[in-house]
């Protein structure tokens, strides 16, 4: 059974974006304004694509959705740091239907919609532990085509003000990793299903066990839209404020838990709690992060 993993890099597309891009000039402005995309980018190379690199299964594909009118310098970057790792592939398109873009993916996935194969999806800024996708293998033997699959166990990294701090972060149906086992006919992909709500209509296997993701929250977070180009996730929202409160470590000062750091070092043998959190400390310098990448400078 196939796995294709799924992932929108700054695509100017009607799912992705939202109501506050409508046109190129919005897209320029906000979606691809050189502040956000120095943040985007960082997080990418530095939390994101390790995981995909380091997977112990190789066998899977994992497509980058992106625009072909995204400035150069960006779309050169993301082609020279996928360039090595064989799973991944950039799907450049003018085509702001995500369902008409991925559909020949679809079928390439199930051999021409004559087997059935697993789908799941990603953020950029966010990352998988390196077990994912031979941990999803074996998950989806157990689900009958139709089903989905969540692995509910991961860290929430986060930029509270200037501070970055980790913590544990259980969340079902979470988005990041979120699979779907399509029957062999089937056109679904992650991006149609709304992941809070697919698993009251269809069978679910989920597995809380093991340290299954990273979430990011930072500056450019764009979950509630794309009204502005640095967003307030760095802020005391609720969620950040229940994830300090929530930890008497944290509450008192700290920015890890003795829990968070057994999950990083479970999850991403590759890095270390504290270079990622370095990596969500840097997304509150865009500027500095485009001199350092050699991107356009905000």
């Known amino acids: 059974m196939k796995i294709f993993g799924h992932c929108r890099f700054s695509y100017f597309g009607l799912t992705d974006t939202g109501r506050a891009v409508r046109t190129l000039e919005d897209a320029g402005r906000l979606l691809w304004n050189p502040a956000r995309m120095a943040v985007r980018m960082h997080l990418f190379q530095q939390i994101l694509l390790p995981s995909i690199r380091h997977q112990s299964d190789g066998d899977f594909d994992f497509v980058i959705v992106t625009s072909n009118e995204m400035p150069a310098p960006y779309r050169e970057r993301l082609e020279e740091l996928t360039a090595d790792v064989p799973a991944i592939r950039v799907l450049a398109t003018s085509d702001t239907d995500l369902g008409g873009v991925l559909r020949p993916i679809v079928a390439e996935a199930s051999l021409g919609h004559s087997a059935p194969a697993v789908h799941f999806r990603m953020d950029d800024d966010d990352a ?17 085509p139709g089903g989905m699959i969540s692995f509910s166990g991961g860290v929430l990294g ?37 992941h809070g709500k697919h698993a009251n209509i269809v069978p679910s296997y989920m597995d809380p066990t093991f340290t299954a993701f990273h979430y990011t929250l930072h500056s450019t977070n764009n979950t509630s839209g794309y009204g502005q180009t640095i967003q307030t996730a760095g802020d005391r929202t609720p969620r950040i404020t229940r994830s300090v409160e929530g930890n008497p470590e944290l509450a008192a000062g700290g920015v890890t838990t003795p829990d968070a750091e057994a999950r990083i070092a479970e ?7 504290e270079a990622l ?20 400078r905000p």
């Open 128 to 144: 998988l532990c390196t077990t994912y996708v031979e941990r999803l293998r074996g998950a989806a033997r157990r689900v009958d």
């Open 158 to 194: 986060f930029l509270d003000g200037e501070v970055a701090r980790h913590c544990a972060h259980i969340h079902p149906y979470v988005a990041i990793g979120l699979a779907v086992v399509n029957e062999p006919e089937s056109r679904m992909h992650p991006y149609r299903m709304r």
């Open 267 to 273: 999850a991403f043998p590759h890095t270390t709690g």
């Open 277 to 296: 959190r370095a990596a969500i400390r840097d997304s509150a310098r865009p500027a500095e992060l485009a001199e350092r990448l050699n991107l356009p």
